[in-house]
């Protein structure tokens, strides 16, 4: 897995709360057998027209948000399906850390399978954050350090699992290590095997 | 003596493989359905990788999301599709998962057929990349929809490396009136608790309304749960549970079925076990729900109007309803029940159990499909389908004007050739109105089967019980 450790700029702003994930990525592109090459279909809907030309109003068809790195939204983003493709569909974009009152749960755990940050910050810093996006600022985040520079050298401390945090640092995979429990695991299935047979068939 | 435990607890701690310093855990998966679109990624993964699938025997896959829903003889005609459903049949057949083919009978939508076929069962963990598997919580199971790298995980160490939920219980008390369903408390609840109110929980339905339910209707409430934010629903195993279970192909067998059943006595929250959230609600109270915006919280009873963005309690509330409106085309004040709708949907994971069909089809009989009205029933599997043609549900729907269909997601999510047209509005069974869930620019109103078929007759958003004595 791709490690994160610092990450320096653009933020594009996307004041909405409940971004659900079919608006991140709708299911036409969820016919794909890959997982590359998604970031052309992130908020395919908001982004393009009915006849696929890009929306000028939408925040990542507009300068300088085309590179943006980093998306600062609303609470419970990326609510609904549980679809890889929209970290996928992030990440090829080039957003790695998204910023947020609150996510979803499947969301958030798949971002850190992908070698991305979600962030969750109490609402009055993610409004400051957002009007820094608005503005153009640059803002870095820095999971070492576990807080987020704005472009003033003031810094918003944010929580982050230190699990995931490991695993992001160090690009960790995560089903490797899981199978260094092997023996922990067939231990289990022995003991479950017996108790409750009727498990295994 | 040991403090009381919820089910959830229970089941979490019965599947502990190892407790980590860190906080998180190494939790035990007892079943894993697989479904063709998350999962091709996942076992490329485990190719690149080198890895085998650790348990095919407590795998399951069946291609459900993108299939035809039409004559089949013909195959997929997407090339898309079909390249995914192919890839899904190659993938089974290199790691050895059991695989049920388009053609089999059992085939159907993932959360239908895991159910049907006597796999879900209590006590169990149970996961899908698929976010509704929250579905299979009805049996008293934990069970919850991942991403790809977790199938993958799965797969590769029939394990995952997660962290316990909070509790949280609502209790229904009271018992559903007349022409009410579980699919319209549970909008009622989402509604209540709004779409992020069971984050971080799982949520356990307790309370003498959902005891008295079916498990078909207990499945659309835990369904649904994914809607309220919580990853899993449960609902505590008993006598209704174990006959729906009891002879299906993979329940316990006789010999095993009573050590089963003393094990799933055992499972039940203790009194005074202790949640971190609670919420009540008295089911007598309860009117048919309909969804009027682009939420699953955004609903009302069907006696209701459509809100005023002007009297929305905050500006994040404003701009979101602002926006669902301009979304759905309608208009503050508009009486729910004068909503025209061109479209209905009966079917999905939410409801497309053979109990949803008989009652839909007990409302249709007799009746016409509104003029302008197009209307589908999409059986959930190939056996429901098969139950109801035994019934002659079908001919009941078809000389209403209803289409009758093969088994699948279809319009719940539009991943096949059924799908609104820009501007269309549908009255549908199934779990999401999203923007552009059932097709770009398509108008979904979520609602039960009766209502779904009280809708489709009349033309209009309908208050069922108008059209039941």
Known sequence: MQ???????????????????????????????????????????????????????????????????????????????????????????????????????????????NGMLPIKLPPQEVELLMEDAKRGAELTVDLPKECIRRADGSEIAFEIDPFLKTCLLEGLDEIGLSLQKAPFIANFEAKQRASQPWLWR | MAAPRTLFDKIWQSHLVERQRDGTAILYIDRHLVHEVTSPQAFEGLRLAG????????????????????????????????????????????????????ADVRQGIVHIIGPEQGMSQPGMTIVCGDSHTSTHGAFGALAFGIGTSEVEHVLATQTLVTRPSKNMRVNVSGRLPLGCTSKDLVLAIIGKIGTAGGTGHVI??????????????????????????????????????????????????????????????????????????????????????????????????????????????????????????????????????????????????????????????ALVKGRRVAQGVRALVVPGSGLVKEQAESEGLDSVFQAAGFEWREPGCSMCLAMNADRLEPGQRCASTSNRNFEGRQGRGGRTHLVSPVMAAAAAVKGKLTDVRELIS
């Open chain 1, 3 to 113: 490690k994160f450790t610092t990450l320096k700029g653009r933020a594009a702003p996307l004041p909405m709360v409940n971004v659900d994930t079919d608006m991140i990525i709708p299911k036409n592109f969820l016919k794909t057998i890959k997982r590359s090459g998604l970031g052309k279909a992130l908020f395919f809907e908001k982004r393009y027209d009915d006849q696929g030309r890009e929306r000028p109003d939408f925040v990542l068809n507009r300068a300088p948000y085309r590179e943006a790195k980093i998306l600062v939204t609303g609470e419970n983003f990326g609510c609904g399906s549980s679809r890889e493709h929209a970290p996928w569909a992030l990440a090829d974009f080039g957003i790695r850390s998204v910023i947020a009152p609150s996510f979803a749960d499947i969301f958030y755990n798949n971002c850190f399978k």
């Open chain 2, 51 to 102: 890895r085998k699938v650790r348990r095919p025997d407590a795998t399951i896959a069946v291609a459900d999301h993108n299939i035809p829903t039409t004559d089949r003889a013909g195959g997929i005609k997407d090339a898309e599709s079909r390249l995914q459903v192919e890839t899904l049949e190659a993938n089974c057949k290199e790691f050895g998962v059991p695989y049920i083919p388009v």
């Open chain 2, 204 to 361: 356990e339905y307790a309370g003498e309304a959902v005891r008295a339910l079916s498990m078909e209707a207990r499945m659309t409430m835990c369904n649904m749960t994914i809607e309220g934010g919580a990853r899993a629903g449960l609902i505590a195993p008993d006598e209704t549970t174990f006959a729906y279970l009891e002879g299906r192909p993979m329940a316990p067998k006789a010999g095993q079925w009573e050590q089963a059943l003393a094990y799933w006595k055992t499972l039940p929250s203790d009194t005074g076990a202790v949640y971190d959230k609670e919420v009540t609600l008295d089911a007598a109270a309860i009117a048919p729900h309909v969804s009027w915006g682009t939420s699953p919280q955004q609903v009302l009873p069907i006696t209701g109007v459509i809100p005023d963005p002007k009297e929305a309690p905050d500006e994040g509330t404003r701009e979101a309803w602002t926006r669902a409106l301009a979304y759905m085309g309608l208009e503050p004040g508009t009486p729910l029940s004068e909503i025209k709708v061109d479209t209905v949907f009966i079917g999905s994971c939410t409801n497309g159990r053979i109990e949803d069909l008989r009652a839909a089809a």
